[in-house]
């Protein structure tokens, strides 16, 4: 079966960096996904990887190894906004998107 | 980023009556689009796939004589809840599939459904 699996909550202090982990086992990949989830709202797309490395963008960065099968999302300088749902997604080979369950961020003062 | 739109924001209804949920792609075709459901502190959960002239793909579980898709124009997709109960309360989010970053689904702001 296909799997992604993700911290169910994590917590961290404003200022500081927190690393997000994904794993996931998929039949196929053709890429993964970050988006971001506040509360009451719909998901806000973050970032793509599909081949291995780091991608930065401003304070959020997205890395991949595809032969572990895993990904993080690295945010730094938090702020109070950053308090969100963090979504890992993979694209497998039939172009279908999975989606993990959503690591809950509680960034605290 | 491609921009989704999803009208209308808030719905309350009777029980028994039927809400149509409107998906527009703004500024970009998309010839998928997604519709999810989402329940308070719950994942998203996907419940259909619509394609652009052809008839969507339902989930395993979501009855498609009650949630009627359909995907007209490359630009529009809507669902209708027909006859609509308590239990269908939820939070609908649509979303459209852009080719920029490859496959990479836009959402819509959603739609926060009550039905009395």
């Known amino acids: 079966g296909q799997n992604i699996d993700q911290p169910t909550e994590m917590t961290a202090t404003e200022g500081a960096i927190v690393q997000i982990n994904c794993t996931y086992q998929?039949?196929?990949?053709?890429?993964l996904f970050w988006y971001q989830q506040h509360a009451g709202e719909a998901p806000t797309f973050l970032s793509y990887n599909v081949l291995d490395g780091l991608e930065e963008k401003g304070r959020f960065s997205s890395f991949l190894s595809r032969s572990k099968g895993y990904s993080y999302l690295l945010l730094k300088e938090l702020q109070m906004k950053d308090s969100a749902s963090y979504l890992c997604?993979?694209?497998?080979?039939?172009?279908?998107?999975?989606w993990g369950a959503g690591t809950k961020l509680i960034i605290k003062p | 980023g491609a921009v989704v739109s999803q009208h209308p924001s808030w719905v309350i209804c009777k029980s028994g009556t039927s809400v149509k949920i409107e998906c527009r792609s703004l500024?970009?075709?998309?010839?998928?689009m997604f519709w999810y459901r989402q329940f308070p502190k719950q994942s998203l959960m996907l419940m259909a796939t619509?394609?652009?002239?052809?008839?969507?793909?339902?989930e395993q579980g979501v009855e498609k004589d009650k949630f009627l898709i359909n995907h007209a124009s490359l630009t529009l997709s809507t669902l209708t809840v027909t006859s609509a109960h308590p239990e269908d309360s939820s939070f609908y989010i649509c979303?459209?599939?852009?080719?920029?970053?490859?496959?990479?689904?836009?959402f819509g702001p959603g739609t926060r459904l009550l039905v009395l």
């Open positions: 619509s394609n652009e002239g052809s008839k969507a793909t339902y």
């Open positions: 998929t039949s196929g990949f053709n890429g």
């Open positions: 997604a993979v694209l497998d080979s039939n172009y279908q998107l999975i």
């Open positions: 979303s459209a599939r852009a080719g920029f970053p490859q496959e990479t689904q836009y």
């Open positions: 500024d970009f075709q998309a010839t998928t």
